[in-house]
């Protein structure tokens, strides 16, 4: 088995020295996405909801072009800049993974790359 390098168009491009995603095996790991729109480049600053299912929708593209889906995913870590908006986010969460969840954490944490409000990345299954 070795190491396969995931990457698409359709999810925002790596802004460091890293891939969007890699898959060894049957697992699938994305790199943290953000809430980049994939085709105008741009943050989503002030919206959690619109934040939260944008940075969804760039994992589902990565774990499309792995050959998976969000009811593939095993895990999930979210990082979040304030905890006050821990619920709403969940809700926009819950809409995505509405049966048969994954195991999650959520951080609450100081600093995002560019200032983001939401962080997400996952493990799943091919």
């Known amino acids: 088995m070795q190491k396969q390098i995931i990457a698409t168009e359709n999810a925002?491009?790596?802004?460091?020295p890293y891939s969007q995603?890699?898959?060894?095996?049957d697992l699938?790991?994305?790199?943290?996405?953000?809430?980049i729109d994939p085709t105008t480049g741009k943050l989503i600053e002030d919206d959690i909801k619109t934040?939260?299912?944008?940075?969804?929708?760039?994992?589902?593209?990565?774990?499309?072009e792995?050959?998976?889906?969000?009811?593939?995913v095993l895990r999930a870590t979210v990082y979040i800049k304030d905890?006050?908006?821990?619920?709403?986010?969940?809700?926009v969460y819950a809409e995505f993974f509405n049966t048969n969840p994954p195991a999650r954490t959520c951080y609450q944490v100081a600093k995002l790359p560019?200032?983001?409000?939401?962080?997400?990345?996952?493990?799943?299954?091919?």
């Open 51 to 64: 934040a939260t299912a944008q940075v969804i929708k760039n994992v589902e593209a990565i774990l499309q």
């Open 83 to 91: 905890m006050a908006n821990f619920a709403a986010m969940n809700e």
């Open 28 to 35: 699938i790991f994305t790199s943290g996405q953000l809430p």
């Open 66 to 72: 792995a050959g998976s889906s969000l009811d593939k």
């Open 12 to 16: 925002p491009k790596a802004i460091g």
């Open 21 to 25: 995603g890699t898959a060894f095996g």
């Open 114 to 126: 560019m200032d983001a409000i939401v962080e997400i990345d996952v493990i799943a299954h091919k």
